[in-house]
């Protein structure tokens, strides 16, 4: 629909979910002149609180979907398992961005890894498993190791089994729940970095520096930047984010993450996954660029010129998971440290509660 | 009223005043977790756009400010002019910050200047004119000169007569209203510079670096730091704030405007006017700091520690005033700088539509 629209301050950017990425994103579009419209199915959602209009209704609810559509200039979402249907049941009213195609390739570990390959970036080998004799093949041919991943809802660890050793592979595939999966070779990685990049309408992409991730319990605990990579790496990272958003003809902001291994032939990155909206890892920029991801990427979809991704300061964003919260005082009283919570109604054991952003002077 | 009383997030805090600076107070309440109530006669008010609850009152409706005082923990206001009696009703039942003081020596400019010679910070000569007859002495002990300004109720230039000649002061007081009254000794300034200060609950200060100001047509148009003043002449001027709020036991940001005068004894500075409030000349601290003056003042009030106000770049601050603000795809453009918008629905002559920040590394 209309697909180069561009919008004027005062238009409504419409956001589908309203959890933290959501809430992030209606407050860059508010600080720039929009206003934003969140549509969530939860009643409590922390984005709503900073929206100037909202909607609680299932994704599948067609009338609210055409008030929705209808209200706004432009459609955006914080996460990629929008349902496909409601994904293109918007867009026949109102420019959709990301975009169908971004949505396809990210819901489904299988297109992407295809997508990936197409695309000319360097991904792990990967198979593809449909029953346990494909796995048992598979894992012969990847010397007897691998992680068996669910093609689709995969998310912070869940849906996904490690295979160290020949009798992990047995009933694998039933334990996964019997779905259609992919095998992944097991990479012996020395961390996940990730790359926060962006792209609008006209094809200008212009991508942040790389940020080395820190997990604990499959959850994300830290980014830094500078990443502590070489040079060469560094472009390469941003070069590969770059040629994916490309392929896709791509708008928005997309988080790419990278496996970084070292061996003796040096240091490399393998494509991992790529998510197509902004990304956990990127809320260093908040405090450490001059644009953030979240107005890149409201920029790109507002059909504006994405703007600078350099960086002033070197940064360690810690997220506060669960009760890490409670820590919000020691925070404050940090002079490196500026804050961020989400305003969740309620604290929970692994839930995302804000994030806090150290920043100190630029070295490299 | 329970004058310690300190937020926790998820609390709310409440804003007097639905303008561009009660809007970035709800969005830096939002951002640490806080929620905001804004209250304000206005029904088309920016702020509401951004935060959780609004109240469209008036300032006298006592029905509606204890509805308002019973929804929040902390009420702060985004203007001076609050209304002495709702100031008074509110802080009966929930704590005002900064405080019933510091509305009193800024609503009018005869206290406003005998607490500046109190607190011990240099000022303007001044006199109290209650009449055609003081202001005609006063001139004469002033040597013919002076600039002539109603005692409340003056901004933007609002509310006051230059008098360059004697000829200028004759009818002088009827012209002004014949409403009290100030001269305000003719003082050869080289330019207007503000000092942002900070002041906590347990009494810690903080100020942000000097800013040169340049006004065009009474309306404040850039603030730029460093403000190419001398090492001794920052200090003095952080130190001259911090003696300002000190002694109030303010709590909260203030705005305090000064001229700076060079001549044969060097570089000094008159206090000119203070403001209880966020003020426009420290928007630079949006992106030139960690922690920005909305930040510093929703931390204030809330009773929590106030944060570094150390800056890490250099920064340019320029109004968008009336259609200037219909340049921000140029601004977008530029990849230095970073556009604020406050989403007001109209669009007027000299109303303040917006602001865009330019930064640079850090010079000074």
């Given amino acids: 629909m209309s697909a180069r629209a561009r919008l004027t301050p005062g238009d409504t950017i419409g956001i589908l979910g309203g959890g933290q990425l959501g809430r992030m994103l209606a407050q860059s579009a508010a600080a720039m002149g929009l206003k934003a ?40 979402y914080e996460f990629e398992n929008v349902p496909g249907p409601t994904a293109t049941h918007l867009d026949a009213i109102v420019p959709v961005r990301p975009g169908a195609r971004a949505l396809e390739v990210s819901q489904d570990r299988l297109f992407e890894k295809r997508y990936l390959t197409e695309a000319g970036v360097s991904i792990a080998a990967f198979a593809d498993i449909n029953s346990q004799a494909d796995l048992d093949k598979a894992i012969e041919v990847f010397g007897g190791t691998g992680v068996l991943k669910t093609r689709r809802f995969g998310y912070d660890g869940k849906g996904q089994l490690m295979i160290r050793k020949a009798e992990d592979a047995a009933g694998a595939f039933e334990r996964l729940g019997s779905v259609p999966a992919v095998l992944e070779e097991l990479i012996g990685f020395e961390c996940e970095v990730s790359v926060i990049v962006a792209r609008d309408l ?16 499959h959850i994300l605990k830290t980014s830094t930047v500078p990443a502590g ?32 291994v070292r061996d003796e032939a040096g240091e490399r990155l393998l494509v991992n996954e790529i998510a197509p909206r902004v990304h956990n890892s990127g809320h260093w920029t908040q405090d450490a660029c001059l644009v953030s991801q979240f107005d890149q990427h409201v920029r790109a979809v507002a059909g504006w010129p994405i703007g600078s991704c350099d960086r002033h300061s070197d940064a360690v964003m810690e997220n506060l998971i669960g009760f890490d919260a409670d820590g919000w005082d020691a925070v404050l009283r940090d002079p490196s440290a500026q804050l961020h919570l989400y305003g969740k109604a309620e604290t929970r054991e692994g839930r995302k509660m804000g994030h806090v952003n150290r920043i100190s002077d630029k070295t490299a």
Same sequence: chains 1, 2.
Avoid at 229 to 258: N, Q
């Fill in 37 to 76: 419209h969140v549509f969530c199915p939860d009643p409590n959602s922390p984005a709503f609180d900073v929206s100037a209009f909202h909607t609680v209704a299932p994704y599948e609810d067609i009338a609210a979907l055409d008030r929705f559509a209808a209200s706004v200039s432009v459609v955006t």
């Fill in 202 to 217: 006209d094809g200008t992409c212009a991508s942040y520096d790389i940020a080395r991730n820190h997990h604990e319990n």
């Fill in 229 to 260: 990579v070489s040079e060469e790496t560094a472009r390469a990272a941003g070069d590969m984010a770059r040629k994916i958003v490309t392929g896709l003809d791509y708008v928005g902001v997309m988080g790419v993450e990278m496996f970084l």
